[in-house]
T-cell receptor, first 115, second 111 residues
Framework: DAGVTQSPTHLIKTRGQQVTLRCSPI?????VSWYQQVLGQGPQFIFQ???????GRGNFPDRFSARQFPNYSSELNVNALLLGDSALYLC??????????????FGEGSRLTVL | QQQVKQSPQSLIVQKGGISIINCAYE??????FPWYQQFPGKGPALLIA?????SEKKEGRFTISFNKSAKQFSLHIMDSQPGDSATYFC??????????FGGGTRLMVKP
């Protein structure tokens, strides 16, 4: 069984540019969450999506947006990149959005470097 | 309210020793407490988890101890091995299956 897959694995952007990160959840999982992990810190929650609807949003600016597609894959978009956006962006999937719908399984992440 | 505090930040243990990592939380609405293991360049992988109605859970060499009244929980790694060298994160699950992570503990097990 394939786990959570993310692309690209690494990318370099310059300040002010825009980036799109992609995630495919584990087969059968309908909920996707995005986390940002700055080097040396724990992951921080950005978004959760279920059935194409946003179910939760963390404390991130409006430059961050996401969406989920009918096949449950998801994209995270970040506009007007800042140096501080440099981080590992993790996608996690679960069966559903509720606390009784199973553990979160993480992908290996997309490493974004903003120069 | 949403913070999870983890200590120590780094830990060095001799092979065969016991590694102990501690976490504390404030939000009593948290209902599930997983531990994740992360190797460099990889995403976090679920190691072991506990619910607050259980005081201890053991899986192989890994044990979680949970103290609900103190709002603290800890991970014990028995017979620590060099392959256990990684960063460990405690987390707590709140509403909507969202995890709040601790700051991480970098564990090094010396041969």
């Amino acid at each position: 069984d394939a786990g959570v897959t993310q692309s690209p694995t690494h990318l370099i952007k310059t300040r002010g540019q825009q980036v799109t990160l992609r995630c495919s959840p584990i087969s059968g999982h309908k909920s996707v969450s995005w986390y940002q992990q700055v080097l040396g810190q724990g992951p921080q929650f950005i978004f959760q999506y279920y059935e194409k609807e946003e179910r939760g949003r963390g404390n991130f600016p409006d430059r961050f947006s996401a969406r989920q597609f009918p096949n449950y894959s998801s994209e995270l978009n970040v506009n007007a990149l800042l140096l501080g956006d440099s981080a590992l962006y993790l996608c996690a999937s679960s069966l559903g959005p509720l606390t009784n719908t199973g553990e979160l399984f993480f992908g290996e992440g997309s490493r974004l470097t903003v120069l | 309210q949403q913070q999870v505090k983890q200590s120590p930040q780094s830990l060095i243990v001799q092979k065969g020793g016991i590694s102990i990592i501690n976490c504390a939380y404030e939000n009593t609405a948290f209902d599930y407490f997983p531990w994740y293991q992360q190797f460099p360049g990889k995403g976090p992988a679920l190691l072991i988890a506990i619910r607050p109605d259980v005081s201890e859970k053991k899986e192989g060499r890994f044990t979680i101890s949970f103290n609900k009244s103190a709002k603290q929980f800890s991970l014990h790694i028995m017979d620590s091995q060099p392959g256990d060298s990684a960063t460990y994160f405690c987390a707590a699950r709140g509403a909507g299956n969202m995890l709040t992570f601790g700051g991480g503990t970098r564990l090094m097990v010396k041969p």
